[in-house]
């Protein structure tokens, strides 16, 4: 694949708290698009490398301190025709990657300033309402089933 284009699979990571407030981001290049982390897997890239590497790109944060978890969710979609030009022709679909990562506490992230403008904390069906992608809505609402699911141990983990 032309190493210009962007790879279509991806990853969506959801943040949240044992509260189930989760972040969303507000992109810089479609106005009120609020979203959770996303981002392309690279050439030789994992799905889960992908999650770290955008939760650090896009909120400042280290994963590695963090259990990230792989909610064994797949998502096929098609890709809005805004963004379908970064892709190769004849390229419409994108195959998504649903983590989660649960943080102790609600905290302040560093953000991409060329990818995101603001942030909020919201409860995840709140969250689930704002933002733009239906994957990520869905997403959003699964949070109190992953939350029990994947239950929580911070007793080895950060303080982010």
């Known amino acids: 694949m032309n190493a210009s284009y962007k790879r279509p699979e991806s990853v969506l990571v959801v943040v949240y708290t044992p509260q189930l407030e989760t972040l969303i981001i507000e992109r810089t290049d479609v106005?009120?698009?609020?979203?959770?982390?996303?981002?392309?897997l690279e050439a030789d890239e994992k799905p889960r490398e992908t999650a770290v590497r955008?939760?650090?790109?896009?909120?400042?944060?280290?994963?590695?301190?963090?259990?990230?978890?792989?909610?064994?969710?797949?998502?096929?979609?098609e890709i809005f025709e805004v963004w379908r030009h970064r892709y190769a022709p004849g390229v419409t679909q994108n195959t998504e990657?649903?983590?989660?990562?649960?943080?102790?506490e609600r905290f302040e992230p560093t953000l991409s300033p060329r990818e995101h403008t603001h942030w909020?904390?919201?409860?995840?069906?709140?969250?689930?309402?704002?933002?733009f992608s239906p994957s990520n809505a869905e997403a959003l609402r699964l949070v109190p089933e992953?939350?029990?699911?994947?239950?929580?141990?911070?007793?080895?983990?950060?303080?982010?």
């Open 54 to 77: 955008e939760l650090r790109e896009e909120l400042g944060i280290d994963a590695s301190q963090f259990e990230l978890q792989d909610w064994g969710i797949c998502n096929e979609y």
């Open 120 to 131: 909020q904390w919201r409860d995840a069906t709140v969250a689930a309402e704002a933002v």
């Open 97 to 104: 990657h649903v983590f989660g990562l649960l943080v102790r």
């Open 31 to 40: 106005q009120h698009a609020w979203q959770s982390v996303t981002g392309s």
């Open 146 to 160: 992953m939350a029990e699911k994947f239950g929580a141990d911070f007793s080895t983990q950060g303080s982010a």
